[in-house]
């Protein structure tokens, strides 16, 4: 169809991407989420990962430790997920596989954004238990990951619901 004859309204709502120009965009918009997640729980990491040279951290009671380690593996794993897609681009890198890199690129970003919020979730409770020693922790900590799941994946899902047909469109075009 000749771009004339394609009405007002379709022209201002759809991409005229090739799949290799789609792959570009989704790539770079990816790597932009990344950026954002990867800075958060490498920080995090780093913080952990001192913790345990501190005089404090020997007369913390074995449960704590065993929190503590469970947090670090978790961040750890996180790390791994979020710097994977970068190692994946490299390694396939000039391939002709833009289109399939994006897609697993996406799912280990998924998969790391599941593991920080285990992480964010583990550090908080080992915090609280330590600085606290108090029963309403697993509460608090609850009511800390209802938020994450209603921020991170519930509004998310809920707009992906609302304003988009089964296709990806917007319900608008």
């Given at each position: 169809?000749?771009?004339?004859?394609?009405?007002?309204?379709?022209?201002?709502?759809?991409?005229?991407?090739?799949?290799?120009?789609?792959?570009?965009?989704?790539?770079?918009?990816?790597?932009?989420e990344i950026r954002v997640a990867?800075?958060?729980?490498?920080?995090?990491?780093?913080?952990?990962?001192?913790?345990?040279?501190?005089?404090?951290?020997?007369?913390?009671?074995?449960?704590?430790?065993?929190?503590?380690?469970?947090?670090?593996?978790?961040?750890?794993?996180?790390?791994?997920?979020?710097?994977?897609?970068?190692?994946?681009?490299?390694?396939?890198?000039?391939?002709?596989?833009?289109?399939?890199?994006?897609?697993?690129?996406?799912?280990?970003?998924?998969?790391?954004?599941?593991?920080?919020?285990?992480?964010?979730?583990?550090?908080?409770?080992l915090i609280l238990r330590v600085?606290?020693?108090?029963?309403?922790?697993?509460?608090?900590?609850?009511?800390?990951?209802?938020?994450?799941?209603?921020?991170?994946?519930?509004?998310?899902?809920?707009?992906?619901?609302?304003?988009?047909?089964?296709?990806?469109?917007?319900?608008?075009?």
């Amino acid at each position: 169809m000749v771009e004339d004859e394609i009405p007002e309204s379709d022209r201002r709502t759809r991409r005229s991407e090739t799949p290799e120009e789609r792959a570009d965009r989704r790539w770079t918009e990816l790597i932009q989420e990344i950026r954002v997640a990867q800075t958060g729980v490498q920080i995090l990491l780093g913080f952990l990962l001192t913790v345990v040279f501190t005089p404090h951290f020997q007369g913390l009671e074995q449960t704590d430790k065993t929190i503590y380690i469970v947090t670090v593996v978790l961040g750890s794993l996180a790390t791994g997920a979020l710097i994977g897609p970068v190692a994946f681009h490299r390694i396939v890198s000039g391939r002709r596989i833009k289109p399939q890199a994006v897609v697993w690129a996406s799912r280990l970003t998924f998969l790391g954004l599941i593991l920080l919020l285990a992480t964010l979730v583990s550090a908080l409770f080992l915090i609280l238990r330590v600085a606290t020693h108090d029963g309403y922790v697993p509460w608090l900590v609850s009511g800390v990951v209802a938020w994450y799941l209603v921020c991170w994946f519930g509004l998310p899902l809920w707009a992906r619901i609302r304003y988009t047909n089964g296709d990806g469109l917007s319900s608008d075009e």
